[in-house]
């Protein structure tokens, strides 16, 4: 029934996400093809079975997608005069009268071109939320246990169906976690960091990894950002950077702030928690941060790669698998490009 997956992507980056799910899918034996338009901020991935291929590529183990959903209808030249009608037949044609969603979300690319749809999509989600009780395609009251109907609007004619399966996907609208920047954080960067620790660990891991009283380091750390974020979560922290660093961080006590090059310091005794915004080369970061998990001096790690200007997909996975390769241990290691990254992305390592 679905016929491709639909993945969201920061506008820009359509190649790289059609490369990572190309490469992806053909590695996990099911040969498909991309199309996608670039900024229009999402991917189609077409493959016969698109059933088996959702579980080949779990959305947490995806770098450029925001969002994975298994679409299956696309509806185009829609009368704005009545888009419910074509919409409902279309569920009963695909799904039967049996499928009962837990939500709807009417969203639409988070591109350029697309954003001007979002009122068009709010506007429409509230029309279109009681047809759907009604007919019983949607539960009485909003379940998030359930899977989601996503109605995609390319245009005002112009919508796909899709599913967003509870669990393997994203829990916000568009993929992207709404984070509001804190008075008291000492830069923008520290949102990255936030959104990191909220994407990249389950809530077990946030509360597991992160205690009151536990010690970690922070390369390229001015003007504080990320300090500021680790110490939130109850950290004394390391500061490592040339630059100057926010008064009131360091009046906080909870803060050292050591001018060093991040590439040749490391602590005399382990660290609970290495994390790094340094702009450099990727590959240079990656050989630094599998040097720390080598070593001991860190037991997770947070770390940003800046990706290059081109063959970025080819350059993420060649910074990974040196990373992984040099840090002669067993990691879990998750990556993604975040809400907040902009050319780059964000990993997560940890002991498996
Ligand atoms: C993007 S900024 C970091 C922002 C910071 N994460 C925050 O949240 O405020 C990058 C920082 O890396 C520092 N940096 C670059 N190379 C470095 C090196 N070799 N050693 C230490 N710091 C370095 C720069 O001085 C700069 O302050």
Known sequence: MPDALLCYCRAGFEPELAAELSDRAAHAGFPGYARTDRNSGYVEFFADDIASLTRALPFGSLIFARQKLRRFVELKGLDPKDRITPIVRALETTLGNTYTFGELWVEHPDSDEAKPL????????????????????????????????????????????????????????????????????????????????????????????????????????????????????????????????QEKLLESGRVEHLREDGFHWHPRSPLDWMVCDMVEQPRRVAERMATWLREGWCRHAIFNLKLPMKKRWDETRLCLDLFERQAHKSLLVRARQLYHDREEITVFATPR
């Open 118 to 245: 979002a009122g068009l999509a709010r506007a429409f989600g509230n029309a279109l939320r009681p047809a759907l009780r009604k007919g019983g395609w949607l539960t009485q009251f909003d379940d998030s246990r359930k899977n989601r109907l996503h109605v995609v609007f390319l245009a005002g004619d112009h919508v796909l169906l899709a599913i967003g399966e509870a669990g393997d996907s994203a829990p916000w609208p568009l993929g992207i976690p709404r984070l509001r920047m804190h008075a008291d954080a000492p830069s923008r960067s520290a949102l990255k960091l936030e959104e990191a620790v909220m994407v990249l660990l389950n809530e077990k891991e946030r509360e597991r990894l992160f205690r009151e009283g536990m010690r970690g380091a922070d390369l390229g750390a001015a003007p504080g950002g990320w300090s500021w974020v680790l110490m939130r979560q109850g950290l004394r922290v390391i500061s490592v950077d040339n630059g100057p660093l």
